[in-house]
């Protein structure tokens, strides 16, 4: 009997191998934003709180490196990455969020249970920020440079092992 | 009054409370007054993966960032974006992830190529196979 007549057990079995290795994989549904290299697109935002002013594409442009945080009130995982957002602040970070789908009630509540690591949050009803520069879910970080570019995007909530990367990143942007 | 209870809470429903707390966007479920730019955006809408529910259109999916995408989409029509302006808009921001439609690029190209491939692969088999017997 030729080899060759197996050849096709073995392509079918190698399939099947790949198959089942795949599905053995976490399944990856991040979906990065193409927005990373470019410029933040214009916008301009309320404030989502009374006592922190709102956002405006162009504060960004200042010189100097933040943090966008896209994150809403009725996010959980926004309640576990908040003593993070606190440390990157201890450790000169500042950061501008963007309050996704919100009430000011809910965001000064959220506030004063989780502290407020931001300088200004803009009220985002209509997820406009979000879909404009490519984020597909909160919470999530983008690092803009001080020309205003987007130079890095953090997906999920921030876990204590990111936050150098974070700041890594802020510096490079700094640079 | 406990089988009072059980039997309330049978027939009754207790939705749970909202998931955030803005209202859906003005042109989430509303139609376009114009049917033309109206039909233009319905098509479009099921052609754009929703990025919450990744196995949905946006025109299919009741999230709420569907409902902000499906507003992005009206107000995008019928300010004059031809629908294909609106599909790249939001490549330019997602990648072909939120095309729902397959599209043919550097990276897909072997899903459509490879089927191709192994038809003719077969068909030549074939071919020699029917030669030798004739």
Same mark, same amino acid.
């Given at each position: 009997?030729?080899?060759?007549?197996?050849?096709? !057990?073995?392509?079918?079995?190698? !399939?099947?191998?790949?198959?089942?290795?795949?599905?053995?994989?976490?399944?990856?549904?991040?979906?990065?934003?193409?927005?990373?290299?470019?410029?933040?697109?214009?916008?301009?935002?309320?404030?989502?709180?009374?006592?922190?002013?709102?956002?405006?594409?162009?504060? !960004?442009?200042?010189?100097?490196?933040?943090?966008?945080?896209?994150?809403?009130?009725?996010?959980?995982?926004?309640?576990?990455?908040?003593?993070?957002?606190?440390?990157?602040?201890?450790?000169?970070?500042?950061?501008?969020?963007?309050?996704?789908?919100?009430?000011?009630?809910?965001?000064?509540? !959220?506030?004063?249970?989780?502290?407020?690591?931001?300088? &200004?949050?803009? &009220?985002?009803?209509?997820?406009?920020?979000?879909?404009?520069?490519?984020?597909?879910?909160?919470?999530?970080?983008?690092?803009?440079?001080?020309?205003?570019?987007?130079?890095?995007?953090?997906?999920?909530?921030?876990?204590?092992?990111?936050?150098?990367?974070?700041?890594?990143?802020?510096?490079?942007?700094?640079? | 009054?406990?089988?009072?209870?059980?039997?309330?809470?049978?027939?009754?429903?207790?939705?749970?409370?909202?998931?955030?707390?803005?209202?859906?966007?003005?042109?989430?479920?509303?139609?376009?007054?114009?049917?033309?730019?109206?039909?233009?955006?319905?098509?479009?809408?099921?052609?754009?993966?929703?990025?919450?529910?990744?196995?949905?259109?946006?025109?299919?999916?009741?999230?709420?960032?569907?409902?902000?995408?499906?507003?992005?989409?009206?107000?995008?029509?019928?300010?004059?974006?031809?629908?294909?302006?609106?599909?790249?808009?939001?490549?330019?921001?997602?990648?072909?992830?939120?095309?729902?439609?397959?599209?043919?690029?550097?990276?897909?190209?072997?899903?459509?190529?490879?089927?191709?491939?192994?038809?003719?692969?077969?068909?030549?088999?074939?071919?020699?196979?029917?030669?030798?017997?004739?």
């Amino acid at each position: 009997m030729s080899w060759r007549l197996w050849l096709p !057990f073995m392509v079918f079995f190698g !399939f099947l191998g790949l198959a089942a290795y795949q599905l053995s994989q976490p399944k990856d549904d991040e979906i990065r934003s193409a927005m990373v290299g470019k410029e933040l697109p214009y916008f301009t935002l309320p404030p989502a709180s009374l006592d922190l002013p709102g956002v405006d594409s162009r504060y !960004f442009a200042d010189g100097k490196p933040k943090l966008l945080n896209i994150w809403a009130s009725w996010c959980l995982p926004c309640i576990a990455e908040a003593p993070q957002l606190e440390q990157l602040k201890e450790e000169g970070a500042e950061i501008v969020g963007v309050a996704i789908r919100d009430k000011p009630t809910d965001v000064m509540r !959220f506030l004063s249970q989780h502290g407020n690591p931001y300088t &200004r949050i803009g &009220r985002d009803d209509l997820s406009e920020v979000q879909l404009g520069i490519g984020s597909s879910g909160v919470p999530e970080t983008f690092v803009i440079d001080g020309n205003g570019i987007i130079t890095y995007q953090h997906i999920g909530d921030i876990r204590p092992e990111n936050v150098p990367v974070l700041l890594e990143e802020l510096r490079k942007a700094g640079q | 009054m406990k089988a009072f209870f059980i039997l309330l809470a049978t027939i009754v429903a207790f939705p749970l409370a909202a998931q955030d707390g803005a209202p859906p966007a003005p042109f989430a479920y509303r139609q376009l007054d114009n049917p033309a730019q109206e039909a233009a955006a319905q098509e479009l809408m099921e052609t754009l993966r929703c990025l919450k529910c990744q196995s949905q259109s946006i025109a299919d999916s009741d999230a709420a960032m569907a409902g902000d995408m499906r507003h992005q989409v009206r107000i995008r029509i019928a300010a004059g974006d031809s629908p294909d302006e609106v599909r790249d808009w939001l490549i330019e921001r997602y990648g072909d992830y939120v095309s729902y439609e397959p599209v043919m690029s550097a990276t897909t190209w072997p899903l459509f190529a490879i089927p191709v491939l192994l038809v003719l692969v077969a068909g030549l088999l074939f071919a020699r196979r029917f030669r030798r017997r004739a």
